[in-house]
């Protein structure tokens, strides 16, 4: 059984910050990226930022410069820095783990945590 906790989600102001963590329990092994996903009202679901095993990152546009994810593999944790927060990042956001190999490939997802950016 895996299960990812997310917190830090909440409310705050346009130009404000927040901090996302995303740990996993579990039988987590050989981990090929984690990330953070976010899905506003009436929108699919989008990939916001991920990172690999090896620390390769990967950004939505609309976030680079902004917003900067980091993991700690031995916790088995991902982050999501958010800065200069806008009305348009308000979502609910979800971590997704990803690893294993052939038939035991795996996937995970966070049941999501609200950000609601707003003045």
């Known amino acids: 059984q895996v299960q990812l906790v997310e917190s830090g989600g909440g409310w705050v102001q346009p130009g404000g910050s927040l901090k996302l963590s995303c740990a996993a329990s579990?039988?987590?092994?050989?981990?090929?990226?984690m990330g953070w996903y976010r899905q506003a009202p009436g929108k699919q679901r989008e990939l916001v930022a991920d990172?690999?095993?090896?620390?390769?990152?990967n950004y939505a546009d609309s976030v680079k410069g902004r917003f900067t994810i980091s993991s700690d593999n031995a916790k088995n944790t991902v982050y999501l820095q958010m800065n200069s927060l806008g009305p348009e990042d308000t979502a609910v956001y979800y971590c997704l783990i990803t690893g294993g190999w052939g038939p035991l490939k795996y996937d995970y997802w966070g049941r999501g945590t609200q950000v609601t950016v707003s003045a």
């Open positions: 579990g039988s987590i092994f050989s981990i090929n990226a």
């Open positions: 990172i690999t095993g090896a620390g390769s990152t």
